[in-house]
């Protein structure tokens, strides 16, 4: 099984999906010492979209199952796997603790999907810091940000 490093972040200006606002996803692929970037922009979109959508386009990526360590600088989505809460979300037909809706529910399942083909491990790195890939993906979103504004 091949063996995969991703480093993914989500981030928008305007964290609000009802007014106009520009979200983007940087995503950074490494193989046996090759790189890939990537980076696509979204419109009318949250910050919690765009990392998982940043997750999933990175899983999406892969031609077949591989063995992934995927860094996020996103607790939600680290400890949402980490802690089984997604095993828990489904079991509850996904919605949460209390009967309480599961915002984002299309995008966790898509994620849950994405995650049982390969053999992913979550590492929770710190946005904004010293991961030189994670700074490369915030970089990389914020020019696709810039260049559509």
């Keep these: 099984m091949k063996e995969v490093l991703i480093y993914t972040?989500?981030?928008?200006?305007g964290?609000?999906?009802?007014?106009?606002?520009i979200g983007a996803i940087g995503i950074v692929l490494i193989y046996k010492g090759n790189k890939k970037e990537y980076s696509e922009v979204?419109?009318?979109t949250t910050n919690n979209k765009m990392e998982l959508t940043a997750v999933i386009k990175a899983l999406q990526m892969l031609k077949e199952p591989?063995?992934?360590?995927?860094?996020s600088d996103s607790a939600y989505i680290v400890e949402a796997f980490r802690q089984g809460w997604v095993d828990i979300w489904k079991q509850n037909g996904w919605r949460r603790p209390k009967n309480e809706e599961l915002k984002n529910r299309e995008l966790w399942q898509l994620l849950?999907?994405?995650?049982?083909?390969?053999?992913?491990?979550?590492?929770?790195?710190?946005?904004?810091?010293?991961?030189?890939?994670?700074?490369?993906?915030?970089e990389i979103l914020n020019i696709a940000l810039d260049e559509a504004q």
């Design 42 to 44: 979204f419109y009318n």
């Design 66 to 71: 591989c063995k992934v360590k995927l860094h």
């Design 112 to 138: 849950d999907i994405l995650v049982r083909r390969h053999d992913v491990e979550f590492i929770k790195v710190k946005g904004h810091s010293t991961d030189v890939y994670n700074n490369r993906c915030d």
């Design 9 to 13: 972040d989500g981030g928008c200006r």
């Design 15 to 21: 964290n609000d999906s009802s007014q106009e606002n």
